[in-house]
């Protein structure tokens, strides 16, 4: 089969999708998607040197070098590609620009230079003009990290004389982190407390003698570094005493790895067992570590008192005061949000005083000043006037908690053979993650929201619940898209997003919608390692407090949920309601339908109440989800519904047994549970 390719240049200026076979032109892979491009060496030249002319200043070579996830550049620089000297072997042009200034940084020991920025900008101009005779061992060193080249003695022996520390390491066990409370604010600031440590704080402390161009990755609050010999010893260690500082119960653990530049200069096996050396050194940190969680005091607690600090930028400016001036010394015997901790102050919220641990109280007040941070940013990137939510209710009596994560990182990370390429990675899942909210709160109309944590390819979002199933249908799409291989027409998704959606009223304990909507994900996830087409894949449960068992028993003859649901799946039963609808076709057969399938104790008892209901309704329902379930791999035969015995469509997959899969399946209670959240569409 021949193979066949996208055009570059017209996917990037227009996003249009042109599949050409190619012979004389430039073709490369890209290693998140596995698309293959094509575009010629003509084009990919005057990008190059537009590029070039563009950046004049150091701010703009910095912009270029480090693009924000809230507003990512345009696809012609963000995914241009940079060849090596065989024209075969290629890396993004960002991340081997980044790599190539931060190889002859260390390479030249550049730290004792008195103008930084004017080298910083005469290394680009030697990288773009591809001056392959000035800096020739920054040149040799970043042709390593593409392909096996021919071995050099003589820069084997400076790289090698070049000794470098590898700084590794983050957070981890986030979700028990800001998972432990019920307050909304404090999980809230618990999301952005891990960013700004993990983003912000981390890098430039690792870097703060030096460049930032020697952080390969931040992304996801993970850190990855490359620092000269001479950094401190007690650098990571300093990392982790700003966590202590600042999020006193965040897991987290830092290492160096002394190595040299000959040995990161590498690619393939190389870079994986380089890679597996400071994952090991890392596990080890993570076990010797020990962790006081259950400490009652503010770490910044000064005579009973916390003092205020600084939130800062990724440049190091300020950008808000967090203050704790209404707060005094109290003590009881629990912590009202964690309830595992002993509380050592009061915290007046109107009339009443809560009583919270120095780790609730912090995350409470970053929370509180930081509520707005995710909508004024979408507001300013979307230009989207949205509703400032100052409580749950103002989003919507009935609220929606939306847990998302990715599918297959793991297996697209097991595929990258360089620091570029795990560079791009990072950069381009980070994007994915935000942008997909960004889209999919603008094409679901939602205007007012809670954005509790969007980072890495973690998503929890609250959202009106009469727009939630749209908003998911939305997020999963766009998450995908980014990771599409568009040189396909169809094929497996190299990685897809999985969601979970819980349904609640707003004063609804929200810890147990969370906790709810995180086994929701979890069962959606374990749906993906079923479906061969990994499309994405959403559970849901409607919360009553009177009724929150949302499962069935195994000895009922007939399943009454198909959840948790494909991508597919979970459009269809959208799409069948929708129908029904606008066919003003109330709920009350339906009704009537479930509790027969609920109560009977053979199939054929339900189809012979199937169809006597059937023929009182006068047949509306049946061809309707008959095409619709065919479509993506169903059997609908009087109420019942089964999956097809051959696996071909986007829609056939199941979590179940072989036994589970032959049981009969009814749709009515998926039918009656989403009903009253969505929104009539005309047909």
């Not at 919507?396 to 994560?405: E, F, R």
Request: with cysteine; net charge neutral; proline share 3%.
């Amino acid at each position: 089969m021949q193979k066949m390719y996208v055009d570059w240049i017209v996917w990037a200026r227009s996003n249009q999708v042109q599949r050409v076979s190619v012979t004389h032109q430039k073709t490369w892979q890209d290693i998140v998607t596995g698309t293959l491009f094509s575009s010629s060496e003509e084009q990919l030249k005057d990008i190059r040197e537009t590029l070039y002319r563009r950046v004049n200043t150091i701010e703009q070579l910095d912009e270029l070098l480090k693009p924000s996830s809230q507003k990512p550049i345009s696809k012609e620089y963000s995914t241009l590609p940079w060849f090596s000297e065989d024209g075969q072997s290629q890396v993004p042009f960002i991340e081997a620009a980044r790599l190539f200034i931060a190889f002859s940084f260390l390479i030249e020991k550049a730290y004792t230079c008195e103008d930084l920025n004017r080298w910083k900008m005469d290394v680009w101009k030697t990288f773009c003009s591809e001056d392959m005779n000035n800096r020739q061992a920054s040149w040799y060193a970043l042709n390593r990290t593409c392909r096996s080249c021919l071995s050099n003695p003589k820069f084997d022996t400076l790289l090698e004389a070049v000794k470098v520390k590898i700084l590794r390491g983050g957070p981890y066990k986030i979700r028990k982190y800001y998972l432990e409370t019920d307050n909304i604010k404090e999980m809230r600031g618990a999301s952005i407390l891990i960013e700004w440590l993990g983003e912000v704080v981390a890098p430039q402390l690792a870097t703060a003698k030096w460049i930032p161009e020697l952080v390969i990755y931040s992304g996801g609050g993970n850190l990855m570094a490359l620092l000269p010999g001479e950094a401190s010893d007690h650098l990571a260690t300093e990392i982790e005493k700003a966590y202590s500082k600042y999020a006193p119960t965040l897991k987290n653990a830092y290492i160096l790895y002394d190595t040299n530049l000959k040995e990161i200069a590498c690619c393939d096996e190389q870079y994986i067992q380089l890679i597996k050396n400071t994952e090991r050194e890392l596990s080890i940190r993570k076990q010797l570590k020990v962790y006081n969680l259950v400490e009652n005091s503010h770490p910044l607690d000064k005579d009973g008192y916390p003092e205020s600090f600084y939130l800062s930028d990724d440049k190091g400016e300020r950008i808000d005061k967090i203050t704790f001036g209404e707060v005094v010394p109290g003590k009881t015997e629990v912590c009202d949000s964690c309830r595992v901790r002993k509380p050592r102050y009061l915290l007046p919220l109107g009339s009443e005083k809560i009583n919270l641990c120095g780790s609730c109280l912090q995350k409470h007040q970053v929370g509180r000043k930081m509520r707005t941070r995710f909508m004024s940013r979408y507001s300013q990137i979307m230009d989207k006037e949205v509703e400032k939510a100052s409580m749950l209710q103002a989003i919507s009596d009935d609220i929606a908690v939306v847990y998302a994560d990715g599918n297959n990182m793991g297996g697209i990370i097991q595929n990258v053979r360089s620091l570029e390429q795990m560079a791009y990675f990072s950069r381009i899942t980070s994007a994915a993650a935000v942008q997909a909210c960004y889209k999919a709160l603008d094409a679901s109309g939602i205007v007012s929201f809670e954005c509790i944590a969007v980072g890495g390819d973690d998503i929890f979002m609250i959202v009106p619940a009469k727009k939630a199933l749209k908003f998911v249908d939305n997020l999963i799409e766009c998450f995908n898209e980014a990771f599409r291989d568009l040189s396909q027409a169809f094929q497996k998704m190299p990685t897809t997003l999985s969601a979970g959606l819980v349904i609640g009223k707003y004063n609804a304990p929200i810890r147990v919608l969370t906790e709810k909507a995180d086994q929701c994900l979890k069962n959606a996830k374990e749906l993906i390692r079923q479906d061969r087409f990994n499309q994405g894949s959403v559970d849901f449960l409607i919360y009553r407090e009177e009724y929150v068992v949302d499962g069935e028993i195994d000895e009922n003859p007939i399943r009454t949920s198909m959840r948790p649901l494909t991508l597919a799946m979970f459009r269809t039963l959208i799409d069948i309601v929708e129908w029904l609808k606008a066919e003003k076709q109330g709920k009350t057969a339906i009704q009537r339908l479930q509790t027969a399938a609920e109560q009977v104790e053979s199939e054929p008892e339900f189809q012979i109440s199937y169809r006597y209901q059937v023929a009182r309704s006068k047949n509306w329902l049946l061809n309707e989800l008959k095409t619709k379930l065919a479509d993506i791999g169903y059997d609908y035969d009087a109420g019942v519904v089964r999956q097809k015995a051959e696996i071909g469509t986007p829609g056939n997959a199941s979590k179940h047994s072989a036994s589970e899969i032959s049981k009969p399946i009814t749709i009515w209670k998926d039918m009656l549970d989403v009903w009253d959240y969505i929104e009539e569409e005309a047909k």
